[in-house]
């Protein structure tokens, strides 16, 4: 009964932002840990960023201070806002949630996926 559809994704220029959407359905997930992860062809999944179940956040290294993941309660999703992109960022964007308060790595809920391309 979960379900994480994403949106947002799309092809810009290097320096340009996007902002990625994730709708969430039969998951309190403002209660728990949430996380978007991406993916380049020939590449193996990676974290981006992640929040928990009390707000606090993480982020992979390359990304600090260009991208920021928040919440939005009342329309229930998750959004990660991407700022100053480059084509290293190019991949599959997928959001995640997992059954716990605090992140473990146990991510068992994944969306679907959504590209961004990102040209120099």
């Known amino acids: 009964q979960v379900q994480l559809v994403e949106s947002g994704g799309g092809s810009v220029q290097a320096g340009g932002s996007l902002r990625l959407s994730c709708a969430v359905s039969?998951?309190?997930?403002?209660?728990?840990?949430m996380g978007w992860f991406r993916q380049a062809p020939g590449k193996e999944r990676e974290g981006v960023t992640t929040i928990d179940g009390y707000g606090g956040t993480s982020y992979k290294d390359s990304v600090k201070g260009r991208f920021t993941i928040s919440q939005d309660n009342a329309n229930n999703t998750l959004y990660l806002h991407m700022n100053n992109l480059k084509p290293e960022d190019t991949a599959m964007y997928y959001c995640?949630?997992?059954?716990?308060?605090?992140?473990?790595?146990?991510?068992?809920?994944w969306g679907q996926g959504t590209q961004v391309t990102v040209s120099s």
């Open positions: 995640a949630a997992a059954p716990t308060r605090w992140c473990y790595g146990n991510f068992g809920y």
């Open positions: 039969g998951y309190t997930y403002s209660t728990y840990c």
